[in-house]
């Protein structure tokens, strides 16, 4: 490596012109550069976190969520605690002017309905349920979008890997090629072996175009994400190594059934149906209503006599109009409590199954990381060193190459999919941290508010 500085003494003259022209040159060279030469970031939860940030504040469907929130509350807000006051005005016409001035020739009246029975109470709840319920919504779908977002990270990463698999082992062919070609020239290698060659370079030149499509889609699943319209490159990223090994145990399980997205939107929502139903046992109580009214003489505008008393609706006559919709509302009740069980149920099962995947992930990912790759290498080195003087066959070269190829893919395929599966476990267990995810002790059960 060359010095960073140098002593004033040891640098040689030059023309500033020179000099920047050079610098130019160098910078112009760099910008030229491969993209995947560039230092990638390492898709783990601190760069979730950052990105996550972004997809917050501009994805649409999280704005759209808020902007429910938003009316949800306004509409809480909005919940009337007194009915509108009802006035009356009116005359009333005699045949003798004595009586209008005993009585009073115009009417005025006001009327109250009474919140003394709890409808105007229960209606605030069922406001104020479906407010928790947009609420609930939000942060499900944020999470769910969190766990897309992580997942297109993922495949981002691991397409970008197998592209530069690809163009490594496109440039190991070309110079094998160029040393076949070399050997053939001076009678030491023979045509079919060439052709081989050629063909193994325009097979992977296929593979390496549909590769760099696929990197291409990859892309733009996190620019969707991301809630980003334009079409610049969300960055350059790499898989993280596999950590360690989860084991589902009965508190993991409960974080789960306690925390899982579709769980706590299914108890939302099962909240709102108790509100409703509450609200509807008490729709058949009667209104009460406080009135007051007054006659004046429109002679000399004294007041001649004044009225007060309470007003009662009888609701009787639709008995069984409300028994009817009490009866809707407890089977609307007991169908969300069925489906919360089953939901809960699904999530024990699906706990179960991405715990089962990730372990054969790991599994997969260590073997052909630390066992087939290592000695695969070790092969394919002896076989160079022996083909390169002639001493073994092309074939078995190549085929211990397309065994080092494939064992570093399965390996970044395994890899992937253990991190695709510890971002569902992290979805299911409402969970972003994976530490936490290790060690289930740490985490902390959501308080869900009990229901009636």
Known sequence: MYPIFRPVDAVPTRHPLKSAALWLALAMALGR?????A????????????LTGEMRAQHPALRSLQARVDAAHHATEGTRRWADPMLTAGGAAYRDSSMARDNGDLIYGVQQTLPILGKEKAARAVAGSEEAMAETRFEARFVELRRDLALALVAVAYERESVALLREDGRWLEARESTARARMASGRESLAQL?????????????LANGVVRLADAEAAVRRALGRTNEVSPGEFSLPPVGPDVAVDERLVRIAEASDPMVRTIHAEGRVADATLLATRRSARPDVALGLQAYQYSGDGGIAQGMFGVTINLPWFNRENYRRDLRRDEARV?????????AAAEVRRVVHRLAADLASARRIAVLYRDDIRPRTATTLGALEAAWMPGGADLRDLLETRRQLVDADRLAARATADYWN?????????GLDDLGTLSDPARAVLPTAKPRN
């Open 334 to 342: 007991r169908a969300n409590r069925l489906e919360e069980t089953n």
């Open 195 to 207: 052709l081989r060659l050629e063909n193994e370079r325009a097979r992977l030149r296929v593979d």
């Open 33 to 37: 550069g491969d993209p995947l030469q």
């Open 421 to 429: 599966a510890i971002h569902e476990l992290l979805l299911c267990c």
């Open 39 to 50: 230092a990638p970031e390492v898709v783990d939860a601190g760069l979730v976190l950052r």
